[in-house]
Structure formats: structure tokens, C-alpha cells
């Protein structure tokens, strides 16, 4: 095995006990985006049969085996409300410190729409089988500091 590969299984090892501390981190659970998970998972197949012919050398099959991990991993990051954070992406992770506000909406459906502003621009948005007035009660415990708005 070549340094590359190590450095990309130890990056991928890495990554999934991410998945695993955030996914304990996370104490209000938010509804996953179907659409892009399938289409994550549509990739990650795709990869894997992209990788499939490279099984003959151990680098190539760790390469393609990478990228169809991290793949899944984007996939079934966890979404949702921490003690510290709001939790919606891989790359968005916005302590409640940096928000400015945050927007309860109850949708038709009788899920809970939640807002995240900086300032006049929404850079988080969840959707939570919980009611507004359970969110809000958890908002108002880990960061009482945060304005909540509530709409109907």
C-alpha cells in the first residue's frame, strides 16, 4: 500500500467516527433530505462500479472505495439540534453564538420548519416532526441568548 492510501484510510476513519460524535451530539433530530441522500447513494453506487475494474491493485481499489465512503458519509450526516450547534450539512455547522435568530414555522404538513439567520440572510433550514413550542423550549435552555421567532 502506497502513503496515499494510508493517509486515505486514516481520512475515512476519521470521518466516520465524525459521523458517530456528531450523531450522539445531536439531541432534536431533523427530517432528512431524501432527495439528496438518493442522490448521494446513486453516486456512490456509481462509484463503486467505477471501482470494481481496479480491484486487481490495492491502491485503485482504496481510491475508488474512498470516494464511495465519503460519498456515504455525505449521505447520512447527521442533521439537527445540539447543545452547541445547529447541525444541517457537513460543511455547515453554525454554533449558536453565530446565529442571530432563528424562525419556527409550522408547515401544513404538521412538521416544524426551523430558520437559522445571520443577520438578514438564512443559512440553516430543518424540518422536525417535534412541535414549535418543544423546539423553542430547547432553543431557550442550551442558548438563551438566541431570539426565537415563531410563525404560523
Same mark, same amino acid.
Given at each position: 500500500?502506497t @502513503?496515499?492510501s ?5 481520512? &475515512? /476513519?476519521a470521518? $466516520?467516527? @465524525?459521523?458517530v460524535?456528531m450523531?450522539?451530539q445531536i ?5 432528512a433530505?431524501? =432527495?439528496?441522500r438518493?442522490?448521494y447513494? #446513486?453516486? !456512490?453506487?456509481?462509484? +463503486? ?6 480491484r486487481h ?6 481510491? =475508488?472505495?474512498?470516494?464511495? =465512503?465519503?460519498?456515504? #458519509?455525505v !449521505? &447520512?450526516?447527521?442533521?439537527g439540534?445540539?447543545?452547541?450547534? /445547529?447541525i444541517?450539512q457537513l *460543511?455547515? #455547522?453554525? /454554533?449558536? %453564538? !453565530?446565529? *442571530?435568530? +432563528?424562525?419556527? +414555522?409550522t408547515?401544513? *404538513?404538521g ?6 439567520? $445571520? =443577520? @438578514?440572510?438564512? /443559512?440553516?433550514?430543518?424540518? &422536525?416532526k417535534? *412541535?414549535? %413550542?418543544?423546539?423553542?423550549? &430547547?432553543?431557550?435552555?442550551v442558548a438563551?441568548?438566541? %431570539?426565537?421567532?415563531q410563525?404560523?
Amino acid at each position: 500500500m502506497t @502513503a496515499l492510501s494510508w493517509l486515505l484510510v486514516a481520512i &475515512f /476513519v476519521a470521518m $466516520v467516527l @465524525a459521523v458517530v460524535w456528531m450523531t450522539m451530539q445531536i439531541q432534536l433530530r431533523a427530517q432528512a433530505r431524501w =432527495g439528496w441522500r438518493w442522490f448521494y447513494l #446513486i453516486l !456512490a453506487l456509481l462509484s +463503486v462500479g467505477l471501482a470494481y475494474p481496479l480491484r486487481h491493485e490495492l491502491s485503485g481499489l482504496i481510491n =475508488g472505495l474512498f470516494i464511495t =465512503g465519503m460519498l456515504l #458519509i455525505v !449521505a &447520512f450526516w447527521p442533521h439537527g439540534l445540539s447543545k452547541r450547534a /445547529v447541525i444541517t450539512q457537513l *460543511s455547515k #455547522i453554525r /454554533v449558536y %453564538a !453565530a446565529l *442571530s435568530k +432563528v424562525m419556527l +414555522v409550522t408547515l401544513p *404538513s404538521g412538521r416544524t420548519q426551523l430558520d437559522g439567520f $445571520v =443577520g @438578514a440572510i438564512r /443559512v440553516a433550514r430543518m424540518s &422536525f416532526k417535534e *412541535s414549535p %413550542a418543544t423546539i423553542q423550549q &430547547f432553543l431557550k435552555e442550551v442558548a438563551p441568548k438566541l %431570539a426565537v421567532e415563531q410563525q404560523k
